[in-house]
């Protein structure tokens, strides 16, 4: 039985671990070849490559700084060139820190701008360019995924950075969804909650997300294989009448204070 995403070709960025890595191996288990991104974690990202291809698809890994934006461009296009074109692009790739902005360290802060936010923009664009060229030439469009955040909503605090990155990227998604439809391309966002990534284990002990997940009001921390799945319907024909759209797979984070009340309680 194929897969929604047979014969799909994907480039995801941030792809050697984490919720980038969940989303790429869910990608093949769909149908698609997939180029992976990694900075610094090549073992990470062979290692996600390996399973990929005991799927029975192509993959591929790309090393490189999505945050320099001559880097990304020639990742979208080398991806691209070894996948024979490209109908998905993920943005995935992330950096953070946590202090408080009154002492925040600038050239962190900067750095986390720079990653998240115009990082995301660089790839967007290149991705979206040659998904229009792709449309001119024999009416292939694509589809693209923006790996945002309820950071994007909610203010939390000592993420200030953060949270103005993933702002910034909700709107350049849905502005960048009205711009190309006319190319056959869709544009949407995903907001993954509290995921239990290795990334989290910079700022919290096991034993801070063992007690932070039992706070949260599904008791748990959600999982990059659940971002996988999520990803791959919005990115997949099943999604073909959604495009600037945000879907929120967070666990109920975003719902008021009062809603994790004990009934009856305060």
Same mark, same amino acid.
């Given at each position: 039985?194929?897969?929604?995403?047979?014969?799909?070709?994907?480039?995801?960025?941030?792809?050697?671990?984490?919720?980038?890595?969940?989303?790429?191996?869910?990608?093949?288990?769909?149908? +698609?070849?997939?180029?992976?991104?990694?900075?610094?974690?090549?073992?990470?990202?062979?290692?996600?490559?390996?399973?990929?291809?005991?799927?029975?698809?192509? +993959?591929?890994?790309?090393?490189?700084?999505?945050?320099?934006?001559?880097?990304?461009?020639?990742?979208?296009?080398?991806?691209?060139?070894?996948?024979?074109?490209?109908?998905?692009?993920?943005?995935? +790739?992330?950096?953070?820190?946590?202090?408080?902005?009154?002492?925040?360290?600038?050239?962190?802060?900067?750095?986390?701008?720079?990653?998240?936010?115009?990082?995301?923009?660089?790839?967007?664009?290149?991705?979206?360019?040659?998904?229009?060229?792709?449309?001119?030439?024999?009416?292939?469009?694509?589809?693209?995924?923006?790996?945002?955040?309820?950071?994007?909503?909610? +203010?939390?605090?000592?993420?200030?950075?953060?949270?103005?990155?993933?702002?910034?990227?909700?709107?350049?998604?849905?502005?960048?969804?009205?711009?190309?439809?006319?190319?056959?391309?869709?544009?949407?966002?995903?907001?993954?909650?509290?995921?239990?990534?290795?990334?989290?284990?910079?700022?919290?002990?096991?034993?801070?997300?063992?007690?932070?997940?039992?706070?949260?009001?599904?008791?748990?921390?959600?999982?990059?294989?659940?971002?996988?799945?999520?990803?791959?319907?919005?990115?997949?024909?099943?999604?073909?009448?959604?495009?600037?759209?945000?879907?929120?797979?967070?666990?109920?984070?975003?719902?008021?204070?009062?809603?994790?009340?004990?009934?009856?309680?305060?």
């Amino acid at each position: 039985m194929s897969g929604r995403l047979e014969g799909k070709t994907a480039f995801v960025t941030g792809s050697s671990k984490g919720i980038g890595a969940g989303i790429a191996l869910e990608l093949a288990r769909e149908g +698609a070849d997939v180029a992976l991104n990694y900075r610094s974690s090549e073992q990470e990202a062979e290692a996600v490559a390996a399973q990929i291809r005991d799927l029975g698809r192509k +993959a591929v890994s790309l090393q490189g700084d999505i945050g320099d934006r001559g880097t990304i461009e020639r990742l979208v296009a080398d991806a691209a060139e070894q996948l024979g074109g490209l109908d998905l692009f993920v943005s995935n +790739a992330v950096y953070s820190t946590r202090e408080p902005f009154l002492d925040a360290d600038l050239d962190e802060f900067k750095k986390t701008i720079d990653v998240s936010m115009w990082g995301a923009f660089y790839g967007l664009r290149a991705a979206c360019r040659l998904m229009r060229d792709q449309f001119n030439k024999n009416g292939r469009g694509g589809s693209v995924l923006i790996v945002s955040s309820p950071h994007a909503e909610i +203010a939390f605090p000592a993420a200030m950075a953060y949270n103005m990155a993933k702002a910034a990227l909700d709107q350049m998604a849905r502005t960048a969804a009205v711009e190309v439809a006319r190319y056959a391309t869709r544009v949407n966002i995903l907001h993954p909650g509290w995921i239990d990534t290795p990334g989290e284990r910079k700022f919290f002990t096991e034993k801070q997300l063992e007690e932070g997940a039992k706070s949260l009001l599904l008791g748990r921390l959600g999982t990059p294989e659940e971002c996988g799945k999520a990803a791959a319907y919005v990115l997949s024909d099943d999604a073909a009448y959604m495009t600037g759209s945000t879907l929120s797979l967070d666990g109920g984070v975003k719902l008021p204070y009062w809603s994790r009340r004990e009934e009856g309680g305060q």
